[in-house]
Nanobody, 124 residues
Framework: QVQLVESGGGLVQAGGSLRLSCAAS????????MAWFRQAPGKEREFVAS????????YYADSVKGRFTISRDNDKNTVYLQMNSLQPEDTAVYYC?????????????????WGQGTQVTVSS
């Protein structure tokens, strides 16, 4: 199993920035693909961005492309999500997730490890 712990959420005004962190521990072979998802009240969990530990290749949802950046620090076993130009519609609980796959999947059902989530609130 993989343990994931998120941090960095908070309250920010529209146009502001936040950086989320996800510290990973446990079986490294079962977390080749790392991703961020988010879930707003009353909505389904949606894909935000993903990155492969080995290659560093990244993938983004259209709604965040150009504003959010996912990265990883292999030495620290940590994945980051830098969020710029935040808008009220970005308000959600953000979750870090891990999957053992070489395919950049976006379906949350394909991920087998999840963090506890961190709240991001963007005020207008």
């Amino acid at each position: 199993q993989v343990q994931l712990v998120e941090s960095g959420g908070g309250l920010v005004q529209a146009g502001g920035s936040l950086r989320l962190s996800c510290a990973a521990s446990g079986r490294t072979f079962s977390r080749n693909l790392m991703a961020w998802f988010r879930q707003a009240p009353g909505k389904e969990r949606e894909f935000v961005a993903s990155i492969f530990w080995t290659t560093g290749s990244t993938y983004y949802a259209d709604s965040v492309k150009g504003r959010f950046t996912i990265s990883r620090d292999n030495d620290k076993n940590t994945v980051y999500l830098q969020m710029n130009s935040l808008q009220p519609e970005d308000t959600a609980v953000y979750y870090c997730a891990a999957a053992n796959t070489w395919i950049p999947v976006r379906d949350p059902k394909q991920y087998n490890s999840w963090g506890q989530g961190t709240q991001v609130t963007v005020s207008s």
